[in-house]
């Protein structure tokens, strides 16, 4: 079975431009999560959606936004772009927001944001 | 004070030793305590999770929680260079709206010298 996908895998942008970063959940699971790593710190939750509807928000500004789509891929987009958005997004997906694996949740590999 | 604690390292142990490692936490309202392995260049991978204070034991791996001492734990035995990587943990509580978020620590890098 495929992983949770995450595209693109690299990305260089500069600042005050736009980016969209995609996710395609594991087969079955209906909930998407997104957090920000950032260099040497622990991911931190942005967005958690579950049948195409936010359920959650993190304390990031309004330039983030996110949506699902009727096949539970999501999109992630960052507007305005600052030097500290650089970081790697993760997505991570359960079947439910409540019920992944082992409570937790499946990751990707990530995107690595570059803006400069 | 951040909601949880985890010493950066780095950690450096011998092939074969027992690693020890720890999150404090300050929020209650914690249910679910994780532990995420996570290789350079690539997303967390789940390894451990626990529910209740006390031990939860997986082949050479160890998660303990202690609720009274807002503390968790993770032990790995006969430690391999093939355990080098960073370790997190990670902490999830119900956010309201149906939604649930995890909350974790900065990670600890490990080295594992053979």
């Known amino acids: 079975d495929a992983g949770v996908t995450q595209s693109p895998t690299h990305l260089i942008k500069t600042r005050g431009q736009q980016v969209t970063l995609r996710c395609s959940p594991i087969?079955?699971?209906?909930?998407v999560s997104w957090y920000q790593q950032v260099l040497g710190q622990g991911p931190q939750f942005i967005f958690q959606?579950?049948?195409?509807?936010?359920?959650g928000r993190g304390n990031f500004p309004d330039r983030f936004s996110a949506r699902q789509f009727p096949n539970y891929s999501s999109e992630l987009n960052v507007n305005a772009l600052l030097l500290g958005d650089s970081a790697l997004y993760l997505c991570?997906?359960?079947?439910?927001?409540?019920?992944?694996?082992?409570?937790?949740?499946?990751f990707g590999s990530g995107t690595r944001l570059t803006v400069v | 004070q951040k909601e949880v604690e985890q010493d950066p390292g780095p950690l450096s142990v011998p092939e074969g030793a027992i690693v020890s490692l720890n999150c404090t936490y300050s929020?209650?309202?914690?249910?679910?305590f994780m532990w995420y392995r996570q290789y350079s260049r690539k997303g967390p991978e789940l390894l451990m999770y626990?529910?209740?204070?006390g031990n939860k034991e997986d082949g050479r791996f160890t998660a303990q929680v202690d609720k009274s001492s807002k503390y968790i734990s993770l032990f790995i035995r006969d430690s391999q260079p093939s355990d080098s990587a960073t370790y997190l943990c990670?902490?999830?509580?119900?956010?309201?709206?149906?939604?649930?978020?995890?909350?974790f620590g900065k990670g600890t890098k490990l080295s594992v010298i053979p």
């Open positions: 991570a997906s359960s079947l439910s927001p409540g019920q992944g694996k082992n409570y937790g949740y499946t």
């Open positions: 087969s079955g699971h209906k909930s």
């Open positions: 959606y579950y049948e195409k509807e936010e359920r």
């Open positions: 929020n209650s309202a914690f249910q679910y």
């Open positions: 626990t529910y209740s204070s």
């Open positions: 990670a902490m999830r509580a119900y956010s309201g709206a149906g939604s649930y978020q995890l909350t």
